[in-house]
């Protein structure tokens, strides 16, 4: 196969795992952040503490986490049917990539958000705070450079999950890989592939770690330059009298 014959089949391929990568990692943050900071407060100890919650939560995150993704892909086929339409293309891969990345970054939002420093909250509640102030002011900002990191790792697992998807004619460089690389022995093109894989993932995690550190840097994690803003904004009402 020439370079000319090659050319199409990776952009579309390209734009295919972008499309699919893209729309599952929304669709895992949006539902994955505020699991990931419910599994925090309904802890032992937490805002919201409901330890029949949190087991509950907690045991449906581990179990699908711990199912391997190739199986999940094919249990979810009568959900995506049903959702989609079809279980094969794109937007068929979205609802299985999406799933199966949800719970997994959840727990990377439990894992951050349990770094953010006790007494931050406490000052917060001592002011008359509530929970969602808590979460909004809080929890989520000075977690933001881990949350960050948490999503990059995600992006990677899924592109890493999404060249899986390729074997069930979803689409994407994986199905490249696998229609010509494997099955009609284009090794050229296979590695071609794996390359190209290699480029993005690279680029991802570059971008990913780059936002990460000047979030660092702006002060969006615990340390003394938000616990200076939350004394003074303590002081302020003793001022004002």
């Not at 939350?230 to 302020?236: D, T």
């Amino acid at each position: 196969m020439t370079w000319s014959e090659m050319q199409p089949l990776l952009e579309q391929a390209c734009w295919d795992t972008l499309y699919m990568v893209g729309w599952s990692t929304l669709i895992a943050v949006v539902a994955g952040l505020p699991l990931g900071i419910l599994l925090v407060l309904t802890d032992r100890g937490g805002l919201l503490q409901n330890t029949v919650v949190n087991k509950l939560i907690g045991q449906i995150v581990n179990i699908a986490r711990s199912m391997p993704f190739i199986i999940l892909m094919v249990a979810l086929m009568g959900l995506t049917r049903w959702i989609t339409g079809t279980t094969i293309g794109r937007e068929a891969a979205i609802v299985p990539l999406a799933i199966g990345a949800i719970p997994f970054f959840a727990r990377l939002v439990e894992t951050s958000v349990r770094e953010v420093d006790g007494g931050l909250v406490e000052a917060v509640q001592s002011m008359g705070g509530n929970t969602w102030t808590v979460v909004r002011k809080v929890l989520v900002p000075e977690s933001l450079p881990s949350l960050i990191s948490s999503t990059t790792t995600t992006i990677v697992t899924i592109l890493g999950y999404s060249a899986i998807t390729g074997a069930v004619g979803a689409g994407g460089l994986g199905d490249i890989a696998i229609r010509y690389g494997y099955q009609r022995f284009e090794t050229e093109l296979m590695w071609i592939t794996v390359g190209v894989l290699a480029v993005v993932i690279s680029i991802i995690q570059f971008a990913g770690d780059y936002a990460a550190r000047r979030m660092h840097r702006r002060g969006g994690h615990s340390g003394a330059a938000p616990k200076l803003r939350l004394l003074k904004l303590k002081a302020s009402p003793s001022q004002a009298s």
